[in-house]
């Protein structure tokens, strides 16, 4: 079992830049493909960006994900903030192929990126 947990949400102006972390206890993270989701209001939960280079082309350029394995940590640095990245973000783990499809083993209770005009 795997748990992880999110941080580094919360309100930015557009243009501004966030970085979140995702820490993982139960398991070594260098075990999994990582990635990170989002959901806005309204919408279905979407792909954001994946530890093994992939990012969704809303992102590309804008975001890195990166992970530091002596934390057990996942990080998101999302820079050039638009307001429609507004929306709750989910870490996420389990094979390259399930988190490539949106169905990771293991998912994070998310938190609330908001960003402002």
């Known amino acids: 079992q795997v748990q992880l947990v999110e941080s580094g949400g919360g309100l930015v102006q557009a243009g501004g830049s966030l970085r979140l972390s995702c820490a993982a206890s139960g398991r070594t993270l260098s075990r999994y493909e990582m990635g990170w989701f989002r959901q806005a209001p309204g919408k279905e939960r979407e792909f954001v960006a994946a530890?093994?280079?992939y990012y969704a082309d809303s992102t590309k350029g804008r975001f890195t994900i990166s992970r530091d394995n002596a934390k057990n940590t996942v990080y998101l640095q999302m820079n050039s903030l638009k307001l429609e990245d507004t929306a709750v973000y989910y870490c996420a783990a389990g094979t390259r192929r399930a988190v490539l499809a949106g169905n990771p083993d293991y998912w994070g209770q998310g938190t609330q990126v908001t960003v402002s005009s």
């Open positions: 530890i093994s280079s």
